[in-house]
């Protein structure tokens, strides 16, 4: 059974009384264990697809299903508490919490409380190595350090589905490389599914599978 699935995925939006479809019937799914690349031209659907997966938007029609489940659109918080981890290309970080608080935040938002989440969160930021920025606030850190931070803050509390939009476009090569690294050993070492949106090549050296994505639709 696909950990994640989509069957016939579509999305309009709409410009004024025009209908403008941008995910155009899309079937797709992830096994646990896998690492599937998605890579297209900008415009092309890439990110509100992973939007979708990720349960912060909603498709216009199609079914998806996480853990065998059709995904119920009432309950799309809980869904992204429990199964999902999500990196942001924007960072998506508190200005007034450090790096670690960033992360404690998010695992709090899960459930996760007081030294159980501060040591979780401690863990993750040292596996991003920055260990010695953990008590910085995002405006002291540059944006590789930002995007580890983010990067961080979806892997702590062991999601089994992680998706991630462009990750390694603010690293450099050294801890781009580090980054990906950890990825394959969350999907192949605690059997994590991972979708990532990327341009950056190296990405395919990773990955297990690669999708392209033209004009909302695979192809």
């Known amino acids: 059974m696909s950990i994640l699935q989509t069957r016939r995925i579509e999305k309009d939006f709409h410009e004024g009384r025009e209908v403008v479809p941008v ?15 998605l890579e297209g031209p900008s415009g092309s659907g890439k990110t509100t697809f992973l939007s979708i ?8 029609r199609g079914e998806l ?21 999500f990196v942001f290309q924007q960072f998506n970080l508190f200005p007034s ?22 040591d979780e969160a401690q863990r993750v930021i040292e596996a991003v190595g920055l260990g010695d920025r953990q008590h910085f606030l995002p405006r ?5 350090q930002k995007q580890r931070v ?9 999601a089994p589905i992680l ?34 949106v990327t341009h950056d090549p190296k990405v395919r050296s990773i990955s297990d599978r690669v999708v392209k994505i033209q004009d909302g639709a695979l192809v």
């Not at 476009?169 to 991972?194: C, H, P, S, W, Y």
């Open 65 to 85: 299903l996480i853990e065998g489940q059709e995904v119920d659109q009432r309950k799309l918080a809980e869904i992204r508490k429990r199964s999902l981890g």
């Open 163 to 196: 998706l991630a939009d462009e990750p390694t476009a603010n690293l450099d090569t050294t801890v781009g490389t580090q980054i990906l690294e950890m990825f394959r050993a969350l999907a192949k070492q605690e059997n994590r599914a991972l979708v990532i």
């Open 23 to 37: 995910l155009r019937g899309i079937d797709f799914a992830v096994e646990r264990g896998e690492i599937v690349s």
């Open 97 to 118: 919490l450090t790096a670690l608080e960033n992360v404690e935040y998010a695992l709090n938002v899960k459930g996760m409380k007081n030294r159980e989440a501060r």
């Open 150 to 158: 983010a990067i961080a803050r979806a892997l702590a509390g062991n």
């Open 140 to 144: 002291e850190l540059s944006g590789g």
């Open 53 to 60: 997966l990720g349960c912060i938007l909603t498709p216009t």
